[in-house]
């Protein structure tokens, strides 16, 4: 297993209490396999990624367990953890025109990391970087090119290959469509697929989303995020097919193939859940039981699970 | 400085018109019209300049041959000792006869004469103004050199003991006078100690207490700035990718984070650089130190209306030249600038 996580929990202080953007969350994600962790916004997916990371802010308070190969990423040194960053776990943020840095070039924005972790020199790192953007589809000869120069699927594939440069064995995608163009959403999530399914052996990803056609079209396994919980886990064509979950249900119902059918409600706030099941208000299903007691995940088949008590 | 270096990338790309950098054959472009623009507007800076603070002193009270005769002689001067001065110096012609004749010396590059002391403005201000150019560079770069590194140090650790100490102390330093922290200085370091000078003008020792009297507004203020600017670059998104990359603290704060909040600060210092090279009156009254500054307010209570002209007009262009020079470093710090312009 490449990383397993065990009942992680991100709180953040706040004036009217704590915010609990991840409540106990378990996942495992094995070698060469892409995750899907989908869910609306405001369900904890971003905080997750970057939990594992270890880049939230200071005032999260992390706790619970992240083995990544057997080594507890949150108990680690400081200066240990920032040599796994971009070397072993890399990350490709939302929005690359404000995640990229306005005064560097793409270049030097790849060669940074080659120079810092691989220990190349000036010259090697360019031809290096110049490489690694010929691989996710930009002309090497932009390599002097700055972010604002560049288009948004452009910048895109930049943020992939700064990703990249150390051949990570984990990439932790947070949203890496958001705010593209069609056409071009299809070519990065191509290009994802080509970097992780295509390399030997394949590469892990864990891919935070909100659109469950990219999931669909890209992840081997999902993992459903509601209020700060996996509700609901399975292989990607098995949810797909058979959602167990109530708020699994209604994500696919929302998507405009299926007849674009909105959920009653809104996703809760952080820091006041409803006690039970934090979904009940808004269930079809729910009954007097799921107002007070939470439930727990069940397991209803191989590798597929649920976090309800009528699925 | 590796923006400098010429790209010998080829600029022809299919979808872009090429890609303007300082170096190469767009960045040249840009920097031509740049400096084209500037002098064009420097000459029509210059010009409104001189021409207002003529007009101002014009329609103020006062009558530069009374003033300038009194000084003279000491006694009041009589009617018509005034009115020969005024006919000598052309000073009872109409205001715009004036101007036009001030104008008409300055196509012939003369600047015209001190009424007061008779020399040339030209020569009066050159002889004065290196003074006021070491004083004003020493204090720039003493302030650059402490206050920068603080700046930054202080917001990498927000809140910390470090952090609350150099708000209080910039803030004093920012709020303090410049008249009494040179008096302070002077009484502690020249009268109680005897270790430096307390006025005059040409050793190095001469030169510590007015640049560190003002300098030590300039370092307050630019710790605060630079402080302020670099919390807020440092918790932008790229920050976050660059801590995800795994790069070191030390190239985090110092590469991404500090060349993005240097713009501003840029500007900044150019403001301040412009008002030190007009003369710091105040610091130069204090400490006697021979520089355009005095000189220049002397002018002022005399109506000395060639050197006020003159002055205004040498003093426009440097305030327009340091401005080129804060852009010229625009362009390098920030690839974005290099649009500017282009269609």
């Known amino acids: ?311 | 400085m590796k923006l400098n270096k010429r790209t010998t990338v080829d600029v022809s790309s299919p979808c872009r018109a090429g890609f303007p950098r300082p170096g190469g054959k767009k960045g040249n472009i840009v920097m031509r019209r740049l400096l084209i623009q500037r002098l064009v507007s420097a000459v029509f800076v210059m010009l409104i300049a001189s021409f207002l603070s003529f007009s101002l002193l014009f329609s103020a009270p006062g009558n530069p041959a009374e003033t300038i005769l009194r000084q003279q002689s000491g006694l009041d001067p009589t009617y018509d000792e005034i009115e020969l001065f005024m006919k000598r110096h052309d000073l009872n012609r109409p205001f715009l006869v004036q101007c036009l004749q001030w104008l008409y010396l300055l196509t012939h590059g003369k600047l015209g004469v001190s009424l007061r002391t008779g020399e040339p403005v030209l020569e009066e201000f050159t002889a004065r103004f290196g003074a006021t150019f070491q004083l004003a560079v020493a204090a720039m770069a003493l302030s650059v050199i402490i206050g920068l590194p603080i700046g930054v140090f202080a917001a990498t650790r927000p809140n910390s003991l470090f952090d609350h100490i150099i708000r209080i102390v910039s803030l004093a330093g920012v709020s303090i006078p410049e008249f009494w922290l040179g008096l302070m200085l002077m009484l502690c370091f020249s009268l109680a100690l005897g270790w430096l000078p307390c006025f005059g003008h040409g050793t190095v020792s001469h030169l510590v207490l007015p640049v560190v009297t003002l300098a030590v507004g300039i370092t307050a203020f630019l710790v605060r700035f630079v402080r302020t600017n670099m919390l807020e670059v440092l918790n932008l998104d790229y920050i976050k990718t660059a801590k995800a990359k795994g790069l070191r603290e030390v190239v985090i704060v110092w590469k991404h984070a500090l060349k993005n909040a240097l713009i501003p600060v840029i500007t900044i210092l150019g403001t301040q650089l412009g008002h030190l090279l007009a003369g710091a009156v105040i610091v130069e009254t204090v400490f006697s130190w021979p520089g355009i500054g005095k000189f220049f307010v002397d002018s002022i209570y005399a109506r000395d209306y060639p050197v006020i002209q003159g002055f205004v007009l040498i003093i426009a262009a440097i305030y327009v030249l340091v401005n080129l020079l804060v852009d010229i470093l625009y362009v390098y710090l920030d690839p974005r600038v290099r649009y500017e312009g282009r269609s």
Not at chain 1, 99 to 118: D, F, K, T, Y
Not at chain 1, 176 to 202: M, N
Request: proline share 6%; net charge positive; aromatic share 6%.
């Open chain 1, 1 to 311: 297993m490449l990383l397993k996580i065990t009942s992680l929990r991100v709180y953040f202080k706040s004036a009217d209490g704590f915010v609990k953007a991840a409540d106990g969350v378990d996942l495992e994600l094995y070698p060469g396999e892409i995750l899907g962790l989908v869910g609306e916004t405001g369900s904890g997916k971003t905080v997750l990624g970057l939990a594992i990371t270890r880049l939230l802010p200071k005032t999260a308070a992390v706790s619970g367990e992240v083995l990544y190969r057997g080594q507890n990423l949150l108990a680690l040194p400081e200066e240990e953890m920032r040599k796994v960053r971009g070397r072993q776990v890399s990350m490709i943020f939302q929005n690359p025109l404000s995640s990229l840095n306005p005064a560097l070039s793409i270049g030097e924005q790849i060669a940074e990391v080659l120079r810092e972790h691989q220990g190349l020199k000036r010259k090697a790192a360019w031809q290096r970087a110049g490489e690694l953007l010929e691989l996710t589809g930009i002309p090497a000869k932009w390599i002097r090119s700055y972010p604002h120069e560049l288009s948004g699927g452009m910048r895109q594939r930049a943020m992939i290959a700064i990703g990249l440069a150390c051949a990570p064995s984990l990439l932790i995608a947070d949203e890496p469509t958001r705010g593209l163009d069609v056409t071009i959403q299809v070519q990065i999530v191509e290009l994802l697929h080509a970097v992780t399914k295509g390399v030997s052996p394949p590469r892990s990803m864990l891919l935070i989303t909100h659109d469950l056609g990219v999931a669909a079209a890209l992840t081997d396994r999902l993992a459903v995020m509601y209020a700060g919980k996996i509700v609901e886990y399975g292989r990607t064509a098995e949810v797909f097919r058979n959602p167990r979950h109530p708020y699994t249900r209604a994500l696919l119902d929302s998507h405009p193939s299926n007849g674009l059918i909105a959920t009653r409600g809104f996703s809760p706030s952080l820091i006041n859940l409803p006690p039970g099941c934090s979904f009940h208000p808004r269930c079809k299903k729910a009954r007097k039981k799921c107002a007070h007691e939470p439930p727990l995940v069940q397991r209803i088949g191989m590798d597929h699970g649920v976090r309800c008590f009528y699925a």
